[in-house]
Nanobody, 126 residues
Framework: QVQLVESGGGLVQAGESMRLSCAAT????????MGWYRQGPGKRREERELVAVIPSGGITNYADSVKGRFTISRDGAKNTIYLQMNNLKPEDTAVYYC?????????????????WGQGTQVTVSS
């Protein structure tokens, strides 16, 4: 199994900054993509929206609403990603979830995995 542990989050005022972290642990063989999604107030799980993703060796991708304000980065050696969020706005208020996809060891075999973190609340007051 692969577990994702998120940290960061909390309450800030509009215009302030915050940094989220997500560390993947477990029987990981390789990670193809890690990213951040968010679920706004009153939204269902199916309505989680992409915030930013960073593929292994690929080009980062951001939601239009966060371009220029958020930066995703990755420490491959630690299987950890970060989300630096600057100039936060009240509409950024949501539960932020980390996601990872890759390959893991399952007994004597290999298997694909896709895991979600438990989520961390980000609240931006106006």
């Amino acid at each position: 199994q692969v577990q994702l542990v998120e940290s960061g989050g909390g309450l800030v005022q509009a215009g302030e900054s915050m940094r989220l972290s997500c560390a993947a642990t477990g029987s990981i063989v390789s990670i193809n993509t890690m990213g951040w999604y968010r679920q706004g107030p009153g939204k269902r799980r199916e309505e989680r929206e992409l915030v930013a993703v960073i593929p292994s060796g690929g080009i980062t991708n951001y939601a239009d609403s966060v371009k220029g304000r958020f930066t995703i980065s990755r420490d491959g050696a630690k299987n950890t990603i970060y989300l630096q969020m600057n100039n936060l706005k009240p509409e950024d208020t949501a539960v932020y979830y980390c996601n990872a996809r890759g390959e893991m060891r399952l007994g004597a075999s290999l298997a694909d995995f896709g895991s979600w973190g438990q989520g961390t609340q980000v609240t931006v007051s106006s």
